[in-house]
């Protein structure tokens, strides 16, 4: 299954537009990040997106319900660096490939 580069276009505004809201104050934006990850989990054809995706969604959840013994500002971090790491993912679809001659 291909994607076109628009829905990659969309993941990566619905991406910006969910980061703006997220915060280490409170859990309110993990149900958005939650949401948008399983859609690109189901959609996308690159493994390398979606099991970054997955990540990002299982260090948001573990943000909301945090096992003892963990740290909330290390959860805060990994599901920062797995965010990041979605972001590139679907930004490399986003780059422009040179004509081949």
Known sequence: MKIDRAQYE????????IYSIVTDKNDDWVGAVSS??????????????????????R?????????????????????????QRVELAIGMHLIDKPPIH
């Open 10 to 17: 969309a993941w990566r505004q619905q991406c910006s537009d």
């Open 36 to 57: 948008l990850m399983l859609q690109i989990e189901r959609d996308c054809p690159d493994t390398n997106v979606t099991s970054n995706a997955r990540t990002a969604r």
């Open 59 to 83: 260090h948001a959840l573990a943000f909301k319900s945090p096992k003892r013994k963990v740290r909330l500002a290390d959860i805060y971090l990994d599901f920062l660096k797995a965010w």
